[in-house]
């Protein structure tokens, strides 16, 4: 049974049978969700969240990421998530459609507070959580999207229960039972892309939460289906409305790692329109192109991406939030030819009523481009066509950051730096983190949190 081998593994796994390569890359996802959880706090994001975990009360048991003051870890980990997935620049993985390190950093490092764990003990909570989230995700690509789920928040429960049953030493049977009661806190509704809501930065939260949650109960005595994955009424009969592969959890579980396929965004946008702000890129890269000279853009897209950043009102109306920009794959594309970036300033309420880039926006013509591999690691092209006829076209392979092509350690340096708004400060922690390694670049990390929360905090989020 696919629950109870997960858990098996999950429950004998050691630091030793992780690949060095592994857990180095496990330590750059942390360190990236860090960042992005600064830099969420830093411009005002995830409040809601954060007012939240602070009224819930209960033992002061861990400081979330970028707090000064412990919390219940349920709570400290329930507004960590939310801030590290609320601008949207956090990891995603190709095959399972997951934002991983959303669901697991924030339950290892609550959790590892409350239990007093070491820097190996939540590193290799991480690498459960990150190969766990994106097995279940792999299992049916797209398959909880094609329903109106969100991915994320469906096996984020879980993965949660799965790391935090880890660290607090649960038996096999317990991880089962709670893998089994985290099961029913799935959803996720992705009704948001239909209004000026932003319910999709607080599903990390819930399913951090909720998870914990889960971890409690079975370590007390509750039971949880043991077929929560694979039943008649589990996971991906009720949730997955494509062709489902159980057989993706466990397949080479041990042997080959996931965690090294995780794509790290290098824009704070939905990853599904990546890659074409990619060739876009690539398209005038050898032209300095002024976009009051463009005719016509055609942007060659996979059909499974356009059904979230190519909706009907896409390139028509100008985005209703700022949150909604970060899906609207025509008007990203405008701002990029535009301001020759995408970054955090793209995505600001000055930003998107632009009627200079609404007006390119609406030049976008979206072309089908199926592949047979997922969306988010489908390639990219783009044809620009500016009023004098040149016809400037752009091609790439797959995204900058995704697992092909994957950002350097300078320039994921860079992005932590930025997302801590430059400041001086920042540069010299990640310095100091990027200078160790293994184990003791896990240390670093988790030293770096407690420098951020204890003082330096307030400097490099009011940067």
Known sequence: ?????????????????????????????????????????????????????????????????????ALSAPAAAMSSAILVHSIDFDDTH?????????????????????????????????????????????????????GGLHATAVVGPL??????????????????????????????????????????????????????????????????????????????AAFSSRPVDLSVITDALGSRWETANIGIKSYPSCQLMHVTLDAVAAAVSTKKVDASNISDIEVHVHPDSQTFVCRDSAGVTPPVSTYDAKFD??????????????????????SIGRSDVMATARMVRVIDAPTDGPAV??????????TDGQVLVGTVPGSRGGAAFPLTDEELRAKFTANCGGHPLAKELADRVFGLSGESRLDGILALTADIASGTEAAVTSA
């Open 377 to 386: 690691a489908a390639p990219g092209r783009v044809i620009v066509t500016l």
């Open 329 to 350: 794959l025509p008007w990203s594309v405008a701002a990029l030819l535009h301001d020759s970036a995408v970054d955090i300033s793209t995505y600001t309420e000055e």
């Open 1 to 69: 049974m696919n629950s109870t081998e997960l858990a098996q593994w999950a429950h004998g796994l050691t630091l030793g049978a992780i690949p060095t390569d592994v857990q180095y890359s496990a330590t750059r996802h942390l360190l990236d969700g860090i960042g992005n959880a600064i830099a969420a706090r830093r411009l005002g994001y995830g409040v809601p969240g954060w007012t939240v975990a602070g009224s819930l009360g209960g033992p002061e048991e861990a400081q979330p990421l970028t707090g000064i003051s």
């Open 159 to 236: 993965t949660a229960a799965l790391v935090s049953g880890r660290l607090m030493g649960l038996t096999t049977a317990q991880l089962i039972a709670g893998l089994g009661i985290a099961g029913s806190s799935s959803g996720g509704l992705m009704e948001f892309l239909e209004t000026d809501a932003n319910t999709k930065s607080l599903h990390p939260g819930s399913a951090a939460l909720n998870g914990i949650i889960a971890a409690r109960l079975a370590q007390a005595g509750a039971t949880g289906p043991h077929s929560v994955l694979e039943g008649k009424w589990g996971l991906y």
């Open 94 to 146: 190709a095959g399972g459609v997951v934002h991983p390190t959303a669901i697991t950093l924030p339950a290892a490092f609550a959790v590892g507070q409350q239990v007093g764990a070491t820097g190996a003990d939540v590193l290799l909570a991480a690498v459960v959580g990150l190969e766990t989230a994106c097995r279940l995700g792999s299992v049916s690509p797209h398959g909880f999207h094609a």
